[in-house]
């Protein structure tokens, strides 16, 4: 009888105890002290990145030789989501990337303020602002993200317009592009607005030509104004243009990353409001159009009083985690990743336009971007939080197919920028 | 024997004796005085599985419920009472993932009929039924990203589809840019992409049904609309109440990869379901403890669906 009960206990006992184990898995958490420093990214596995982290592993094993650093490359769509698991837990990576803007500012609660370690680095680096928040920088930028509205000089030249003179004015933009279509069919633009990315790209880039350089500052500052007429202009803008016909038909169902940009490298939309760095710019476009072909523009004049510049700001940037042993040790990998030699090798091989001032470009197009940065402003979409930028790409896409009102749409963007 | 004395077997009392006269009383309990190893055995040997279920599932389930009694970011852990529901249901783009959860119930009797419809033309051996049999159940091995992709493929702006309404001489649709129509598509997609399933179960259902049924049914010549009505169709009730269960149960959580690859939600916030909606909450906006608050309400709209599932099959079984 005994042994008939033993017997199950012991199984369950195992059982139990199989199923104790640790759940951690291969979480990393914080190593500095055992001399071993964690980045969690989602480029350091993009073969165009390679070269450039192992010149930042070499420049930080100089400085710190007994110290390894181990890269985790995690999958982009699912990184804030693994970020905010580890936030949560209160452990993780020692250094980890970020977006410049509303994902890197949500999150200033998990990092370690980074001025008094990178205070050398101020001045080489460009594209600050969209790692600070509240007057302190909490990561260091790497590249810079503008919008640069790019053109297909081809198209021009096949419509009989002069591509060294695009328009400056509204009016003459649109002329430019009814010509173009008459002759070639391609529409005036290229909209992917799948992702509700499409508004953010079209606040941005066009938001330089009709705000007035004051009410620009202004938002920038976080003082917002939704119901201003510009900002109505510009919103209105987004549904004229769509009402007449300026972009490919489906912009809602039309992925930004890659179909809306796979539709200008074809040669079937004039311009398309690109970035600077990552992917959709100017070394993607060379590709496809050749680099003869690529042109750059500002904003046409929209609004009396706007003064048009290239909206940009850091893009991505290395942070330091507050779990980490040794912030200082931290930031020192921070400060090489950002080192001179790093960027000019990110910038050869992967074609990001980088926050290094010293760095010098090549191509015609990028250095039509270069010129522009002295004159650059942060992008408008970029000051405001994931929750705004998430509800103005949900409304968007409602004003394209005409379920909301750009009063309503604006009346919600206001009450959500508040709150 | 007369018919009179026939005792039809059902009609019996439930605890009749046995052939030899003996009764089936249960015998008496044996007071043993402690605990005996038959009454501790069956608790030792179901200890491991209460044990997953309770560290693992029951736990967890605990902790989400209490985690979304906090608050987020700034408010970090400290205790907010229902302020996460309040802000939830104050929301309207849950609000709207709960309405797409009501049209999913009201799409249920099309993605069950289809199944079913099919499933009876392949029973009634329609030519090349064996054919069929095979490619309908194809799509439901396959992956919903794989699903989402092809027909993202066949259904974006420019893509085939329109391009065949084109020359039909209809005007094309932006099947998921218009937020009046991409909630349809994609659950035409899912159900495209998991009525293989239900199928087999149909085709199972069938082969308990009794084929002199049918016969008799024809003989008497009825149509097959009036065969479908009054022979299959009560033939199968249990397989139909079960088909639309489990159809429910795999609307309401199984369609965030197809909602993810197809629309992402949009266009305006009109294929939001509410998983969909804590996916976004937790990874995007940072906010795990109002997505646990969402989390929360979805386990409790699948614990009603859950309870009437329970309730359907215990029904059926006892129709037996």
Not at chain 2, 17 to 34: S, V
């Amino acid at each position: 009888m005994k042994q008939r009960v033993l017997w199950p206990a012991a199984v369950a006992a195992m059982l139990a105890l199989a199923g104790c184990g640790s759940a951690t898995g291969n979480e990393p958490s914080s190593n500095s002290a055992s001399g071993k420093l964690v980045v969690w990214d989602w480029k350091s596995s993009d073969k165009t990145a390679t070269a450039y982290v192992e010149k930042a592993k070499a420049d930080f094993a100089k400085k710190h030789p007994g110290v390894t650093v181990e890269f985790v490359a995690q999958p982009f769509d699912q990184y804030y989501t693994l970020l905010g698991a580890a936030i949560q837990a209160g452990k993780g990576p020692d250094v980890m990337m970020f977006n410049g803007g509303g994902q890197i500012r949500d999150r200033v609660d998990a990092l370690v303020p980074l001025d008094q370690y990178v205070s050398p680095d101020k001045q080489r680096l460009t594209g600050w602002d969209a790692f600070t928040k509240d007057g302190k920088a909490f990561a260091s930028p790497v590249t810079l993200q503008g919008h640069p509205i790019y053109f297909n000089k081809d198209l021009y030249k096949k419509a009989g317009l002069d591509p060294q003179k695009p328009a400056t004015t509204w009016s003459g933009f649109t002329a430019d592009c009814a010509a173009i279509t008459k002759a070639t069919k391609a529409t005036c633009f290229a909209l992917g607005n799948k992702e509700g990315a499409g508004i953010q790209f079209f606040l941005s880039a066009f938001g330089t030509g009709t705000l007035s350089p004051q009410e620009y500052d202004d938002w920038i500052a976080g003082k917002r104004d939704w119901n201003s007429p510009h900002v109505k202009q510009i919103f209105q803008l987004w549904k004229d243009v769509e009402a007449n016909g300026l972009n490919n038909k489906g912009g809602n169902s039309t992925t930004m990353f890659t179909d809306a940009f796979g539709i200008f490298q074809s040669g079937k939309a004039t311009n398309i409001i690109g970035l600077m760095s990552d992917i959709g710019h100017w070394k993607d476009f060379n590709e496809f159009l050749g680099p003869e072909n690529v042109g750059v523009m500002k904003s046409p004049v929209i609004a009396e009083g706007a003064v048009p510049s290239l909206p940009f700001d850091g893009g991505i940037g290395y942070g330091v985690a507050k779990w980490t042993k040794d912030p200082a040790l931290a930031a020192d990998l921070v400060r090489s990743l950002t080192s001179t030699d790093a960027l000019s090798t990110f910038y050869a091989n992967a074609g990001a336009v980088v926050s290094d001032t010293t760095v010098k470009a090549a191509e015609p197009a990028v250095t039509a971007l270069v010129a522009d940065l002295k004159t650059g402003k942060p992008a408008l979409h970029v000051a405001l939080s994931s929750k705004t930028i998430e509800l103005m790409g949900r409304l968007s896409q409602q004003i394209l197919d005409g379920s909301v009102t750009v009063d309503a749409a604006l009346k919600q963007l206001g009450e959500s920028d508040r709150s | 024997m007369p018919l009179g004395d026939f005792t039809p077997l059902l009609a019996r009392p439930a605890r009749a004796g046995r052939a030899d006269g003996t009764g089936t009383a249960p015998p008496g309990r044996r007071r043993t005085g402690g605990l005996s190893a038959e009454r501790l055995s069956p608790f030792v040997l179901i200890a491991p599985a209460v044990l997953v279920i309770v560290l693992f599932r029951l736990w967890p389930l605990l902790l989400g419920v209490n985690f979304s009694f906090t608050g987020d970011g700034e408010r970090n852990g400290a205790a907010v009472g229902l302020d996460n529901y309040t802000e939830l249901f104050a929301d309207p783009l849950f609000l709207g993932a709960l309405r797409n959860v009501g049209w999913l119930v009201l799409l249920l009797p099309i993605a069950v009929a289809i199944p079913g419809m099919l499933a009876t033309f392949i029973y009634l051996h329609v030519p090349g039924h064996r054919f069929y049999r095979s490619v309908y159940f194809f799509p439901a091995v396959l992956s919903p990203v794989i699903v989402g992709s092809i027909f993202n493929l066949l259904l974006s702006f420019d893509g085939p589809v329109n391009s065949l309404l084109g020359l039909a001489g209809l005007g094309p649709v932006d099947w998921l840019g218009d937020s009046n129509v991409a909630m349809f598509t994609v659950v035409g997609v899912h159900v495209w992409a998991t009525f293989g399933m239900s199928l087999v179960v149909f085709l199972s259902g069938f082969a308990t049904l009794d084929p002199a049924l049918l016969d008799a049914a024809r003989s008497d010549g009825a149509t097959l609309p009036q065969v479908i009505r009054h022979v299959i169709i009560p033939g199968l009730s249990r397989t139909i109440q079960f088909v639309f269960v489990t159809t429910m149960i795999g609307m309401l959580t199984s369609m965030f990869g197809l909602i993810y690859v197809m629309t992402s939600g949009g266009p305006g916030g009109s294929t939001y379901l509410p998983e969909y909606y804590i996916w976004i909450q937790q990874g995007q906006m940072n906010r795990p403890a109002f997505a646990s608050a969402a989390s929360t309400v979805l386990f409790l709209v699948m614990l009603v669906v859950g309870l009437a599932q329970v309730s359907f099959l215990r029904r059926t079984g006892k129709e037996d």
